[in-house]
């Protein structure tokens, strides 16, 4: 969807990260989801940079 | 005083829920330091620097929360803090929306709500590229909050989001608001025919809110992100998000704010002011006044005054710089006569204390070469304030710089920082205290009261030597803002703050008294 595009249409906010940014969001009745994000591979270091290189590789 | 560690793994909360924690557990009696965080390596160094660290946290890793604290065993026990803690935690989850739904990943949210046409990103900048990718992948325009994302990743986000017609506005990016929504740090202002593409948040917040003051409405307002006009990114979204305001027919008239970009990425941006049918004002702060006339475009002397003439320019009226004040010069003038008046000839110096780092930004350059002013964010490298000699000087500071957030929460979610600095800087030969109170969605719930406060507390300290201390404020909110304009500056009057109307006022009538001072009353 082009900026343009989204100019037209209703926004409709998929949250990641700070949660009071959504709760902004549903203070205003805006449509919006928040993931319960979590860091990739437990945050474990090591095993981040193996799925990075996996997925590079693919 | 002992020092002990609780690890809980697997129990990720985000940096400012508990950064604020931390602030409340300090309070606990008998805590003398303590941190609450996640294992991040930059938590680590913390807790070192602290003096926190202890064995349980060799292992750690940044999906784990730990709890570090410093306490007097007589009067405490780790037991009690860790139930102060659950306590908080339980607070801050009631303030919430927390029985919604919260899928565990992006593509599961999308099956939630698979017409979702925004992803606003404000995850540790280490694993923020990741999210944007996927976000991209999926089509879906992008905010950007999250900082420490690298230039490499910038270059090739936006790159791939030009390809595909898409918006990533960040990283660093903190204000926006698309079709009415606010996003992030954005003011509530009611919708108009005015457009804005804006590289510094605060700056954005101060144009948008004075438009609202003055009448106006906003149609887009897209952020870029602080980078992207340097010649490394080379302006990819400020003038993707300038082309869809072209084209835009909601939008009458286009608003540019940055800091001086880079030559290259200025002369991309004045090719598309010189062929744009609509009018354009570019407020490049301290930019080039000519380069800008020569293509046509609008040219401002400060942020209000991009207000002021794209207001100007859209109801068909003269357009001309705003240098003055808002007040008849005659009141300003007894403003001054009053203000002056409570000074000894010994307080000379200015302490500019500043949330927003634009507005910080513009108070220097507007009082220009006229003042040697130390900074975090100087001038000439000779104004870094680790040369200032002994606090001796003036004084302006971005408080909401790296520097100083290392650890904590940005100074316009919790005013503490601010606080601090009221206390360590502020002292008998101080003259004029200058401040901004920044309202809107993602400040702190009452800006004002905190300054109100930290003003009460110095005067009551200078008062026991006999002083007293001129404090100038503006403040960047609307009546539409939770916090309350008029409310907020009633506030701030009634402990006699000197309030005007914007920035660039405020900063005037902070050069009206020093010039004053100067003459010898």
């Not at chain 2, 606990?28 to 946290?57: A, H, K, R, W």
């Not at chain 2, 900048?125 to 089509?139: I, P």
């Not at chain 2, 320019?313 to 705003?322: E, I």
């Amino acid at each position: 969807m082009s900026v343009n595009e989204l100019f037209k249409k209703d926004l409709k906010v998929v949250n990641i990260g700070l949660k009071s940014f959504y709760n902004d969001l549903k203070s205003q009745n805006l449509t919006a989801v928040h993931v319960n994000w979590k860091p990739k591979a437990g945050g474990k270091t090591r095993m981040v940079s193996l799925l990075d290189k996996l997925k590079k590789m693919n | 005083m002992i020092i002990q560690t609780i690890v809980k793994k697997n129990a990720y909360y985000d940096s400012v829920t508990l950064m604020l924690l931390s602030r409340e557990l300090k309070k606990l009696e008998g805590v003398e330091e303590i941190l609450v965080g996640m294992g991040t390596d930059l938590n680590i160094e913390l807790v070192q620097n602290l003096g926190l660290f202890s064995g349980e946290l060799e292992s750690i890793t940044s999906n784990d929360l730990f709890i570090s604290a410093k306490f007097d065993e007589t009067r405490t026990n780790l037991e009690a803090i860790e139930a102060a803690f659950v306590e908080q935690l339980n607070k801050t989850d009631q303030k919430e929306a927390d029985d919604d739904y919260q899928p565990p990943t992006l593509k599961s949210a999308l099956q939630y709500l698979p017409d979702a046409n925004m992803v606003v990103v404000s995850v540790p900048g280490q694993s923020a590229a990741d999210v944007v990718d996927e976000a991209l992948d999926n089509d879906l325009h992008v905010m950007l909050f999250s900082d420490n994302v690298s230039v490499e990743d910038e270059l090739r986000l936006k790159q791939k989001a030009v390809n595909k017609g898409l918006l990533v506005m960040g990283p660093d990016c903190g204000t926006a608001i698309i079709n009415g929504a606010p996003l992030c740090f954005a003011n509530a202002v009611r919708r108009g025919r005015i457009g804005v593409v804006g590289a510094s948040g605060t700056g954005t917040q101060e144009v948008t809110v004075q438009i609202h003051q003055m009448g106006g409405g906003l149609s887009q307002v897209i952020g870029t992100g602080g980078r992207d006009l340097k010649e490394e990114i080379g302006g990819l979204m400020m003038i993707q998000g300038f082309q869809a305001l072209i084209d835009d027919p909601e939008t009458d008239l286009i608003v540019l704010i940055s800091k001086p970009p880079a030559a290259s990425v200025a002369e991309k941006i004045y090719r598309i002011a010189r062929q744009s049918a609509k009018p354009v004002v570019i407020d490049f702060i301290g930019g080039d006044r000519a380069a800008i006339e020569a293509v046509g475009a609008i040219a401002c002397i400060s942020l209000e005054d991009a207000a002021r003439k794209a207001m100007a320019k859209l109801n068909g009226q003269k357009v001309a710089d705003f240098v003055g004040f808002s007040l008849p010069e005659a009141e300003i003038e007894q403003i001054v006569d009053k203000a002056v008046a409570t000074l000894k000839p010994d307080q000379t110096e200015l302490r500019a204390l500043f949330t927003g780092g634009t507005l910080a930004d513009e108070a220097m350059k507007l009082l220009g070469g006229r003042y040697a002013i130390y900074s975090n964010i100087p001038l000439s490298p000779e104004m870094a304030i680790e040369n200032m000699p002994d606090q001796k000087g003036h004084l302006c500071l971005d408080l909401g710089e790296d520097r100083f957030t290392r650890g904590r929460p940005h100074p316009m979610i919790d005013p503490q920082t601010r606080t601090e600095f009221f206390r360590s800087h502020v002292d008998e030969q101080t003259a004029v205290i200058l401040v901004d109170v920044v309202l809107g969605f993602g400040s702190h719930a009452d800006p004002a009261g905190a300054v109100v406060d930290s003003v009460r507390e110095v005067r009551e300290r200078l008062g026991k030597v006999g002083r007293e201390v001129v404090v100038v404020a503006s403040v960047c909110g609307t009546d539409l803002d939770s916090q309350n304009l008029e409310r907020s500056v009633r506030a701030l009057e009634s402990e006699g703050v000197i309030v005007m109307p914007s920035n660039a006022q405020a900063v005037r009538l902070t050069d009206r008294v020093f010039q004053r001072l100067e003459k010898g009353n």
